[in-house]
């Protein structure tokens, strides 16, 4: 049976392509969504991107015919229009200066007006879900894009394995040890802890590559990587794939203190200063511009002042592993060796021979993510680290953001690996913070 979608704000600010999202079925758009999605035109992130594509889409839709009758969306589509409500439709008490309450009452007329047929309101507002419920109006989230039901499924990187005691002693002999899938279905350079059957004490560490190759032992780095030694299994873990050049794509997950941004911009210096290949020309460290309080625009100064506060976590790292000496750090800034700077001015480049680094990429759209991967020029290494339990990204979620999707989508290839962080080692304070507030 054909349905009718109607579509909040959020859905098309997360994804402008959410209008062609339900096959053969009509698509409506309140008057008041419209005018939401003007107010975020100008914005310079995921979230003006799509307002702007969205406008452009029901613009050339405009040409076709008339959006309030309905515009045909293509082959195997359904109509998409523009309506509004009728306050005939909707109950005296009902404040129509909320502008959500605008969006149901759109709601409200076009479930009347299509008496039998089947309406159904999509938001990612939790809110305006339990409203809608409450007006018998059915409702459902926008997860086209997620890749798992919750974080709990997401990938680790990480799997333990029972094996034979013997099997074990045969690894430290260093014995070549396969795994078959028949017994563990496992992805491209994932981490395997080999536990004994007979001792669970008993255990070993290493790096699945693919079936065809034997297990690879993890690589114990005897000097500091530009002073920086791993203090737990995850963090080796993280530095085996930072280090390793046949790996172009790394993410690494983890809560605030765990690491995971030091010990990639780290892994980029070491490779970048010391490494006699000079594979890597440079080190681009970036992060999105996600305002918590004023946005951007509203800050006193020039560009490089405004970026500062988004850009100062990035900022402390480079200094704690390059020291106190200004003059050094300049230096590295004007012969281009570090650029430090926000994500937006970096999504329409093409770098290559390059060690990116995106930090806080849990507050990145899927399709931001997609812009930023597919500009990497030939002979760069790219790090996405982030904590996808800290979204500051109104429209995204655990489950739905950018680098959730990355880990899911590129598990099963052998040009990325995955690290998930799981012990704070910032601090005593910071870890305890961490794990109780």
């Known amino acids: 049976m054909k349905k009718t979608y109607l579509l909040d704000t959020n859905v098309l600010l997360t994804s402008a392509d959410s209008i062609f999202s339900y096959k053969n079925n009509d698509i409506i758009i309140p008057l008041k969504v419209i005018e939401e999605i003007d107010k975020h035109k100008k914005r310079q992130d995921g979230v ?23 515009v045909k969306l293509g082959s195997g ?57 409450a007006l018998q109006i059915p409702t459902e989230d ?6 798992v039901s919750n974080t709990d499924e997401l990938y680790t990187g990480f799997v333990q394995h029972l094996v034979d005691d013997q099997l074990i002693d045969r690894f430290y002999s260093d014995e070549e040890i396969y795994l078959f899938e028949e017994d563990i279905k ?36 005897k000097n500091p990587i ?19 050049p046949d790996i172009p794509i790394v993410t690494m997950t983890g809560k605030a203190g765990c690491g995971k941004t030091l010990l990639a911009i780290a892994a980029g210096l070491e490779q970048i200063m010391e490494d006699k290949n000079k594979r890597y020309k440079k080190l681009v460290v970036s992060r999105p511009v996600q305002p918590v309080g004023k946005d951007i625009g509203f800050l006193p100064g020039t560009l490089e002042e405004k970026m500062s506060p988004w850009l100062m976590p990035i900022q402390d790292n480079l200094e704690f592993l390059l020291g106190d000496n200004k ?27 390059a060690f990116i680094i995106i930090d ?6 899927v399709h931001e993510l997609k812009t930023i991967i597919t500009r990497v020029g030939e ?32 598990k099963e290839h052998e040009i990325a690996g995955h690290v998930s962080l799981k012990k704070g080692e910032r601090s005593k304070v910071a870890t305890l913070a961490a794990k109780i507030l």
């Open 379 to 410: 002979g760069t290494k790219i790090i996405l680290t982030g904590d996808i339990e800290q979204i500051d990204n109104v429209y995204l979620d655990s489950i739905s953001n950018g680098l959730s999707y990355a880990i899911e989508k590129f």
């Open 226 to 244: 530009w002073g920086l030694k791993a203090r737990n299994k995850e963090q080796l873990f993280g530095l085996n794939l930072l280090m390793n």
């Open 186 to 221: 496992i992805n491209p350079h994932q981490f395997v802890m080999l536990v004994s059957n007979q001792n669970e004490k008993k255990t070993a560490l290493s790096k699945f590559v693919n079936y065809n190759l034997p297990l690879k032992p993890i690589v114990e780095y």
């Open 48 to 70: 003006g991107a799509n307002a702007r594509i969205t406008i452009r889409i029901l613009d050339d839709l405009r040409e076709n015919g008339n959006l309030y009758e309905g």
């Open 327 to 353: 003059e050094t750090i300049e230096l590295l800034y004007e012969n281009g060796t570090i650029e430090v700077e926000a994500l937006t001015y970096i999504r329409g480049r093409s770098i290559s021979n």
């Open 360 to 365: 806080e990429a849990q507050n990145l759209s």
């Open 142 to 147: 926008f997860i086209t894009e997620q890749v």
């Open 77 to 133: 589509k359904g109509i998409l229009s523009i309506r509004g409500y009728d306050v005939f439709d909707l109950p005296d008490d009902f404040d129509l200066s909320n502008a959500d309450n605008q969006i149901i009452g759109t709601a409200m007329t076009e479930k009347k007006r299509l008496q039998k047929k089947k309406l159904t309101v999509v938001t990612r507002d939790i809110n305006m879900r339990v409203k809608c419920d």
